[in-house]
């Protein structure tokens, strides 16, 4: 038995050899904003990707909402889960393509940091402190930027601002491109799933289009969804679906948010969490010096502050805090 050591240099140039022309090559990275010398083993996007995968941002991912607030079924998807199916099926879909995979990881692995507590609804009630859309994007730059800051390279940064479909310029690269594919087919098979295992839909009040395209859900949609990135991008030579297949998700998405995401048995959580978040936020803004000093930043101003610990709050923290402050024990 005998081993043989790979060097960032021969993984440099072996990504030259077998990537696609559309990929990304690390030797042509716009670099970072703080110039360090090369690692002898890694290349800069694999050094990106294991410094997220340590970051204390995405520990925390592990209690945070996908769908379902501070699920105690052990079965539902987390929003540290749903990161994990975005970068397994965004590596798929990278391999396929001959693309980036380090890159592409690095990016599924760090797109949804900036993610407040209870999910989307969390970022809707942090919304209201601000005078534009707070976006958990954005925060993740923050994040890695500023409060965790990791020097992380021009495309990785790149690829977590643009992973949303709302945000425009889309991602610069291929491989950006392809974790926002990755996240909606992750969190569209993986949501129905969870949306049937709680009972609120049933395989029979899915969409007859998904059911005929993808088959059941599960695995086999995913692979579906994955094949048709695939035989678009190639036929078209950019990160794109068959547009059928786009036609029936964006069908699906429709369908998710009237029967499972906004749903009415759904507004009393959802008034919950703006409790929460709010009582919270104006908890510390009455007195930021409450904030632990781990957690912020002095310069910053006082609602920045706030938003920054509330926002990296995790469910089960921001409701046990609430609690306390809020309803104390002995009191109903």
């Known amino acids: 038995m005998e081993f043989r050591r790979r060097t960032r240099k021969e993984a440099e140039r072996i990504e030259q050899e077998l990537l696609a022309g559309a990929a990304t090559l690390s030797i042509h990275s716009r670099g970072r904003a703080t110039r360090e010398a090369p690692d002898p083993y890694r290349t800069d996007f694999e050094r990106d990707r294991d410094r997220i ?6 520990r925390r991912l592990k209690h945070k909402t996908q769908v379902f607030i501070n699920p105690e079924d052990d079965h539902f998807v987390t929003r540290l889960t749903h990161t994990l199916q975005v970068t397994q099926i965004g590596r ?6 001959s693309l980036n995979e380090p890159l592409t990881e690095a990016i599924c692995l760090g797109h949804d940091v900036g993610h407040a507590p209870f999910g989307h609804t969390g970022e809707d ?4 402190y601000v005078e534009w859309e707070w976006l958990h994007s954005q925060q993740g730059l923050r994040i890695f930027n500023v409060l965790e800051p990791l020097n992380l390279t021009w495309e990785v940064l790149d690829g977590i601002r643009g992973h949303s479909w709302k945000i425009d310029p889309p991602p610069t690269t291929a491989e950006g491109m392809v ?5 909606r087919i992750a969190y569209l098979t993986h949501d129905v799933l969870d949306a049937m295992r709680a009972g609120i ?9 998904a059911i005929i395209r993808f088959g059941e859900p599960g695995s086999p949609w995913i692979a579906s969804m994955i094949e048709a990135v695939i035989e678009e991008s190639i036929a078209t030579g950019r990160v794109d679906m068959e547009p059928d297949c786009l036609e029936i998700m964006h069908e699906l998405r429709d369908f998710m948010f009237d029967r499972v995401y ?3 048995e759904a507004e ?6 703006f409790t929460v978040i709010h009582e919270l936020v104006d908890y510390f803004l009455d007195d930021p010096s409450r904030i632990p000093d781990t957690y912020r930043v002095a310069d910053a101003g006082a609602l920045t502050q706030v ?4 926002a990296g709050m995790t469910d089960r923290y921001a409701l046990r805090l609430h609690d306390s402050l809020f309803r104390p024990t002995g009191t109903d």
């Open 179 to 183: 974790c926002r594919f990755a996240d």
């Open 307 to 310: 938003i920054d610990y509330v």
């Open 125 to 128: 009630a942090l919304t209201d």
């Open 268 to 273: 009393a959580h959802k008034r919950q969490v």
């Open 92 to 97: 798929s879909i990278a391999t396929f393509l």
């Open 201 to 209: 839909i049933g395989e029979s009040t899915l969409p007859a289009s």
């Open 262 to 264: 906004l749903r009415p």
């Open 53 to 58: 995968l340590h970051s204390k941002a995405f």
